[in-house]
């Protein structure tokens, strides 16, 4: 009873040496690209888009990594392949610990897309294309090494994911909040350093094991060509929606690691659950849910809905991504190949989602003016719905179509037969129309999934095609969506969900136009601009320009510099079509296009008077333009007596707090002024927060001894660094 007890142990010991190696080599992976994606954020911006990019790299290269695996599996014995692998592992300690490349520096003329996967390869390729060939590798090494389950090892895919997950969650929720960048990136260097270690007895159990009789494989079960486009598309669709829903969350909520984790640890998740021996989670099982997801992600993106993201919108969409990535993902499993093929499913697989990159990344942004990649991937998720393929019968072509305008109807009247109510009131209506319609033509078989099918697709092309009717300007950029509507008396420009300005249409033809939205003269930025610090100042900065409504405060024989990181708004602000503010204000002043802590660190000292900081895109919180080094940036740009001007109105989060813990470091002064109550303005006038800085109360004095301003004093929390700073610590 000793020998086949201590051999079960000893099979059992070697598996659980293959699961913690493919488990440490996931969460190494999956730890990398926020780590990396946060220690260049301060030299590339922190624009929403700029996760979506790194995206993009990490799935080239991980389709680079399995291509690697599948060629050295198919070609190489094993002792060749550790040779190889150990060696590549080496040649990338060489890059360890992560850091900026030296000399790397970004140019506002170039494509940030290209520059942005040039930083990436530059400082994190090597390192990460070792780890994205371990999945597919260390599975293929358990195969041959007569483990537990070695015939079938696809269970081992589940503990990659899971360590994946892990990874992504520990970075925002522990690893960022404690440490700084710096102190991450050596953990994360002497993982890797283990790592290698780890694969050195995987390589030689393969060598040594003893691999069952692989069973017979038919024709019928190789893959074939339509086969292996399945496994594409399936890999295509759920990539493509996470990706989609982390820009459209990012864009207003914020673009810093949370953020970007969370729907890519969900997708991982869905890996975990769909890739394991479980008969009770299957496709067919899933099916109702799945509809419910469909439903509410058609709904979600019509446009139709809601004017702003919040927490709850968000949480809806991401759990509706999960639900219809969960489907798809379970369907990959269950069109999984026999093991011989399961590196080439693995590439395949990652081709499928790298596609889902290039699309949501490259040619959505040059192909669309709006956001219309995630409508599309939804429709595609449709296509799921009609099941095995066939002839569309009147019967069902006719009851989608009736489905899907029944489905827009709430969305459309809504709003004027509820007038006051939100918004969101008809969009649940409208999810439970097609939500129900879906499971109830699904029950009259084949030809009802593909009415169903039909229902979405009608449905998504009619909401397109009344939001584009809606819009005076429509422009796409890699920093987002850019509208411009006319609503009652106002015409306003958004980007995502968010107004970032706007002008009564009665100002269009006026000499002088009056701001309005944040800058009215009764908030707390007219004020400023209004009073001595305003009249006063020879040279002021903005950074941010938005429709630029404070231009129309600049006085004669001012210069004013204004710094935008997005070509796009500066067009929309000088079009006099569109905006007049700057054309009748300021259309000499120049615009400093680029992130504008890189721009401003490469001028000579501008000696401004006012500089005023409104780079708060949606209500995201630029973090590189909020540390500790970005104000001492901006203090060095100042004339002397000169002061800084903060715009922070926010839903989600309290900036006052890390800049005042900023401005105490730095030995600065410090006010606040927040306005709430607007309706002696009229239209269009919004509440706002404004914090001033200055390097003596004297400064300040112009705005002292109004009892609106108090002053700003530290909370004790931990000052913002680049190399450390932490957004959960100052959520509302």
């Known amino acids: 009873m000793t020998r086949p007890a201590t051999a079960f142990s000893g099979r059992l010991a070697l598996a659980g040496l293959f699961t913690l190696t493919i488990f440490l080599s996931a969460s190494l992976l999956f730890f990398v690209q926020p780590l990396f994606t946060r220690i260049v954020l301060p030299a590339i911006g922190g624009a929403s888009a700029v996760w979506t990019t790194a995206m993009l790299f990490f799935q080239c290269v991980l389709i680079g990594g399995y291509l690697y695996a599948h060629l050295m599996t198919r070609y190489l014995g094993v002792r060749t392949q550790m040779a190889v692998h150990l060696g590549l592992w080496a040649c990338a300690l060489a890059f360890l610990p992560l850091a900026m490349p030296e000399g790397w520096s970004y140019d506002p003329h170039r494509s940030t897309v290209v520059q942005t996967l040039t930083l990436f390869a530059l400082g994190v390729g090597l390192p990460f294309g070792f780890l994205s060939a371990n999945a597919p590798l260390i599975q293929s090494w358990y195969g041959k090494s007569g483990g537990p389950s070695a015939q079938d090892p696809y269970f081992l895919y589940g503990a990659s994911n899971l360590g994946s997950l892990l990874a992504l969650l520990a970075f925002p929720l522990l690893a960022e909040p404690l440490f700084g960048a710096t102190a991450i990136g050596r953990g994360w260097a002497a993982g890797f350093v283990v790592l290698g270690l780890l694969l050195v007895p995987c390589a030689l159990l393969a060598r040594g094991g003893q691999a069952g009789p692989a069973p017979a494989e038919t024709a019928a079960a190789r893959p074939t060509a339509g086969r292996i486009l399945w496994w594409m598309f399936l890999a295509f669709v759920p990539s493509s929606l996470m990706l989609g829903a982390t820009t459209t969350i990012s864009t207003d909520i914020g673009s810093f690691p949370l953020i970007w984790v969370v729907p890519l640890a969900l997708y991982l998740l869905t890996f975990v659950l769909a890739f394991s021996n479980r008969p009770w989670l299957t496709a067919a099982r899933l099916r109702p849910p799945f509809i419910a997801a469909l439903a509410v992600l058609a709904v979600l993106f019509t446009g139709l809905t809601s004017t702003e993201q919040s927490w709850t919108l968000a949480g809806i969409l991401v759990l509706a991504v999960f639900l219809v990535s969960l489907v798809t993902h379970r369907m990959l499993y269950e069109a999984r190949p026999a093991p011989r093929h399961l590196t080439l499913f693995y590439l395949v697989m990652s081709v499928g989602g790298a596609v889902g990159g290039v699309f949501n990344s490259i040619i959505a942004p040059l192909a669309f003016d709006q956001f219309l990649e995630f409508r599309i991937t939804v429709a595609l998720a449709a296509v799921l719905l009609a099941g095995a393929w066939g002839r569309f019968s009147v019967r069902s072509l006719a009851l989608g179509l009736a489905l899907g305008v029944l489905t827009l109807l709430p969305l459309i009247l809504g709003p004027v037969v509820l007038a006051g109510v939100s918004r969101l009131v008809p969009a649940l209506v409208a999810v439970a129309i097609l939500a129900g319609g879906l499971w109830a033509l699904g029950r009259l078989g084949p030809a009802g999934h593909r009415g169903g099918m039909v229902a979405v697709l009608v449905f998504l092309l009619t909401a397109g095609l009344l939001i584009n009717s809606a819009a005076l300007h429509r422009d796409r950029s890699f920093f987002g969506l850019h509208a411009v509507r006319d609503k ?201 927060t404004v914090v001033v800085m200055a390097d003596s109360a004297e400064a300040l004095a112009p705005l002292a001894g109004d009892p609106r301003w108090r002053p700003l004093a530290g909370d004790g929390g931990p000052v913002w660094t680049d190399d450390h700073a932490n957004l959960l610590g100052i959520l509302r």
């Open 488 to 688: 009652g008396d106002l015409r306003r420009y958004s980007n995502g969900t968010t107004v970032h300005g706007a002008e009564r249409v009665a100002d269009l033809t006026a000499a002088r136009p009056t701001p309005i939205t944040y800058y009215s003269a009764g908030g707390p930025m007219g004020q400023i601009l209004s009073s001595d610090l305003g009249r006063t100042a020879q040279r002021v900065g903005v950074i941010g320009l938005g429709v630029g409504s404070l231009a129309c405060y600049r006085q004669p024989g001012q210069a004013w510099h204004f710094y935008e990181i997005d070509r796009k708004v500066d067009e929309i602000a000088r079009n006099p079509a569109l905006f007049t503010f700057m054309s009748a204000c300021a259309g000499d002043a120049p615009t400093h296009l680029g992130d504008a802590r890189i721009v401003l660190e490469g001028q000579p000292e501008m000696g401004f008077d006012l500089l005023v900081i409104d780079a708060y895109s949606s209500d995201a919180v630029p973090v590189h333009l909020t540390t500790v080094e970005a104000l001492a940036l901006y203090r060095r740009q100042l004339a002397p007596g000169g002061v800084l001007v903060f715009h922070i109105s926010n839903r989600f989060y309290r900036i006052e707090l890390p800049l005042a813990r900023g401005a105490e470091a730095l030995g600065m002064t410090a006010m606040i002024r927040s306005r709430k109550d607007v309706s002696d303005e009229g239209p269009g006038v919004l509440p706002s």
